[in-house]
């Protein structure tokens, strides 16, 4: 800009051309160029090809009409299809319906919507209470509680009534779509469709093939996913998928980090700083920590080996410290304010918590530990990821982390990063914690093989290629 009125006119010209070229060659570029690619490389996927058939979707069931339900129902109403929503008590159904409504009514207010759209699109939802009003429709998207035997009593009670060639998909965030879909006598029908929450603003589906999931049932939400103006990544089965799956890490070392002395918003300001859009604490706080505990609470059988897990986030939930519904959680809540306070009491909790489990505290964590053992474990995981195929490409998982979980796109997704900085890089900082901390860093901070592998090869998580 300053060239534009300092040089002449054809002197400017050369400046702007020379100075593009050097913006060319940043990290910050190649991060977009590569993003701007893997967006569109994520519908091609070898699960089906151009002689696949697809079904026809004119007519859409959502089971649930609470937050997630409606608006998942909202996308399906912007596109123009029908939609019914099903919960079994009527004051339920007229809730969910009463928000939908509320939501479009604001975006009218703001003037993205008329009136008549507003009008039109709350023409297009209908609301049940009985399964028998689903008979004809081509696809119904469960979104209840996530629990295993609630869905399963959904998907028999659909098995029932569904016409055959109906689209059975969960919107199940963590759990087994294959035993979801063995709760029918048609698995093949059976698909995961993962919306993230808010369900009508966040651009990326999860697509979920389980086992015995059809190929034109794969192509066909795919191929809808553009219909209601998603970004689809298809991803395999295993706990939490991609996204989930790898946010465990994160998580887990962001509160075990707590626990050997370092304060949330130490963690949460360089996690912001490498550009997560909020940290790991205030996130936990958003999404409410009571989630989190129960999640820990069914999954034992692989936590238990550490004592230690999440033991601070658990005593946070026993004192009713729930996060910004409950005024509290890893931060203080003035009331009506999302603006998070440091909490005295919250230290004092995490020094009883490392002295009871024998955790020796340290004053000295620095920013470097804490972006290694929170964001590095989180690369590592989408490795292991890579390696057992839930993921068919490293873009995929880039895809899913910039729409799913607001990683910077200027980084181009945390495998691209990784990319970036180099293999050995990662490997060798993961080395070192791991090292450093003993017993938990063998427990937790293991590289994978395929880490080890392709950073002892000198090549990228982008060249990696699953034998066919």
């Known amino acids: 800009m300053k060239g534009a009125y300092t040089l002449p006119f054809v002197e400017g010209l050369k400046n702007e051309g020379a100075l593009f070229m050097e913006c060319m060659q940043t990290p910050q570029a190649r991060a977009q160029q590569h993003f701007f690619f893997a967006e569109r490389a994520a519908g091609h996927v070898n699960d089906f090809d151009k002689s696949t058939p697809e079904r026809e979707i004119n007519k859409v069931a959502i089971i649930g009409a609470g937050t997630m339900g409606g608006g998942i129902a909202m996308n399906f109403a912007n596109a123009g299809i029908p939609v019914t929503m099903l919960e079994l008590k009527e004051e339920a159904l007229e809730k969910g319906l009463a928000i939908i409504r509320k939501n479009y009514e604001n975006s009218a207010k703001k003037g993205k919507l008329t009136q008549d759209q507003v009008e039109q699109r709350m023409a297009l939802l209908s609301g049940t209470t009985t399964y028998d009003d689903l008979a004809d429709v081509d696809l119904v998207i469960e979104a209840v509680f996530e629990k295993m035997e609630v869905k399963q009593a959904v998907f028999q009670a659909l098995d029932k009534v569904c016409k055959p060639g109906a689209i059975l998909a969960s919107n199940t965030s963590t759990l087994d779509v294959n035993e979801i879909a063995a709760a029918t006598s048609r698995p093949q029908d059976v698909i995961g469709l993962h919306f993230f929450s808010p369900a009508n603003v966040m651009k990326l589906l999860e697509v979920v093939k389980?086992?015995?999931?059809?190929?034109?049932v794969i192509k066909t939400c795919m191929k809808l996913a553009k219909r209601i103006r998603k970004v689809a990544v298809l991803v395999g089965v295993c706990f939490g998928f991609?996204?989930?799956?790898?946010?465990e890490p994160y998580g887990r070392e962001a509160?075990?980090?707590?626990?050997?002395?370092?304060k949330p918003e130490q963690v949460d300001r360089v996690l912001t700083e490498f550009g997560m859009p909020m940290?790991?604490?205030?996130?936990?706080?958003?999404?409410?920590?009571d989630i989190g505990y129960y999640v820990r609470q069914s999954r034992q059988e692989f936590i238990s080996h550490d004592p230690a897990?999440?033991?601070?986030?658990?005593?946070?939930?026993?004192k009713g410290r729930n996060g910004l519904k409950t005024g509290r959680g890893a931060y203080l809540y003035e009331a009506g304010s999302r603006v998070p306070i440091p909490d005295p009491e919250v230290l004092e909790i995490a020094k009883q918590e490392a002295e009871r489990l024998g955790v020796q505290q340290r004053d000295n964590i620095?920013?470097?530990?804490?972006?290694?053992?929170?964001?590095?474990?989180?690369?590592?995981?989408?490795?292991?990821?890579?390696?057992?195929?839930?993921?068919?490409?490293?873009?995929?998982?880039?895809?899913?982390?910039?729409?799913?979980?607001?990683?910077?796109?200027?980084?181009?997704?945390?495998?691209?990063?990784?990319d970036e900085i180099g293999l050995s890089t990662l490997l060798d900082k993961l080395c070192t914690y791991r090292d450093q901390l003993g017993e938990y860093g063998e427990m937790w901070l293991q590289p994978s093989d395929l880490l080890v592998k392709l950073a002892k090869n000198g090549t990228s998580f982008s060249e990696f290629k699953h034998k066919e």
């Open 279 to 289: 940290g790991p604490f205030t996130m936990g706080d958003m999404a409410g920590l």
């Open 210 to 216: 389980a086992e015995q999931t059809g190929a034109d």
């Open 255 to 262: 509160n075990r980090l707590l626990l050997e002395g370092a």
């Open 309 to 318: 897990y999440g033991a601070v986030a658990d005593r946070l939930v026993e």
């Open 242 to 247: 991609v996204g989930n799956r790898m946010i």
């Open 366 to 418: 620095s920013d470097e530990e804490i972006l290694v053992r929170c964001l590095f474990t989180l690369i590592n995981e989408g490795a292991c990821i890579l390696e057992e195929g839930i993921a068919a490409k490293s873009s995929d998982i880039d895809v899913i982390y910039v729409y799913g979980y607001g990683f910077p796109v200027y980084r181009g997704g945390p495998m691209k990063y990784a």
